[in-house]
């Protein structure tokens, strides 16, 4: 099911209308947000063939999705399930974790932090030059964990945060220090919050998101609502993701995380249904249990 819409493994995905703009999404990403409307919590086992077909329309060809499949089993979030001839895809315990994680974090707290109560958790971490890769592990979990970095290894998050599952088998002990507690005068907190976060990034990705999807008719070139709707999650994710729930009181008032939050939950009411039944449609499984 290869053509002129595929993609290669890897690559970003999208729909061709002439001049439109559109999300630019890896076919991981959307296997991800696929996997968590349409597959979560129903002890099922995809057939290859139904991913191929679902993915089509998003424009991503046979062979990115059989290699999306291939590196997720190597990393542990698919099990291979062969029934006859067929070979289906099911989620492990660890993507389980991770979509219901995400499910949480992503849709019921929502990105605005409108009710902080000015506590700060402040990290430091101090370990050796040859540790590179821990020092990567660690920067990394607490990017997604909603730190920013002040510099010299210290890292700062806009709430309280339990930091021991962040750094759980790094082995660590020693080499951090960990206090919350609120910022005391003189310290500027807009200032502190510009340099430790990428407040123009955030802001400039939420606005590329409301110029594509808080119109009328968002990405008229799409084949149906199911594409739409899993464009519009994905690219969603991703930035929520990137953001640290900031401070309401501590952001510009046309912070635009504020209407792209609102729109996105319409949206979503729009296009679930009709999506829901063209996945019901395309899909072919079978039961686990």
């Known amino acids: 099911m290869t053509g002129a819409g595929s993609v290669n493994a890897g690559s970003a995905a999208g729909p061709r209308a002439a001049g439109e703009p559109y999300p630019r999404l890896r076919p991981q990403s959307l296997m991800l947000t696929y996997l968590g409307n349409y597959v979560l919590g129903r002890d099922i086992a995809v057939f290859s063939g139904s991913f191929i077909t679902t993915f089509a329309r998003l424009g991503v060809g046979e062979h990115a999705v059989r290699s999306t499949l291939s590196r997720m089993v190597g990393r542990g979030l698919l099990m291979r399930h062969r029934s006859g001839r067929r070979m289906h895809f099911g989620l492990t315990p660890r993507s389980e974790e991770i979509l219901r994680d995400g499910e949480d974090r992503d849709w019921r707290h929502g990105v605005l932090n409108d009710d902080w109560d000015g506590t700060w958790t402040v990290l430091a971490f101090s370990m050796p030059e040859s540790w590179q ?151 072919e499984f079978i039961r686990l249990r």
Do not use: C
């Open 133 to 283: 890769r821990v020092r990567h592990d660690l920067r990394a979990r607490l990017t997604w964990a909603g730190f920013g970095s002040l510099g010299n290894g210290t890292w700062i998050a806009p709430s309280r945060v339990d930091v021991r599952p962040i750094v759980a088998g790094l082995g660590l002990n020693g080499h951090l220090k960990v206090f919350a507690g609120a910022a005391e005068q003189p310290t500027d907190v807009a200032g502190m919050l510009r340099e430790a976060f990428d407040l123009d990034g955030l802001a400039d990705g939420y606005r590329a998101f409301l110029g594509r999807w808080d119109r009328p008719d968002p990405l008229p070139g799409a084949p149906d609502d199911l594409a739409r709707h899993l464009w519009l999650t994905t690219e969603w994710l991703q930035l929520v993701r990137a953001d640290p729930r900031l401070p309401v009181r501590h952001l510009p008032a046309d912070w635009p995380a504020i209407r792209a939050q609102r729109v996105v939950r319409e949206l979503r009411v729009r296009y679930a249904p009709s999506a829901r039944r063209l996945a019901d449609e395309a899909i």
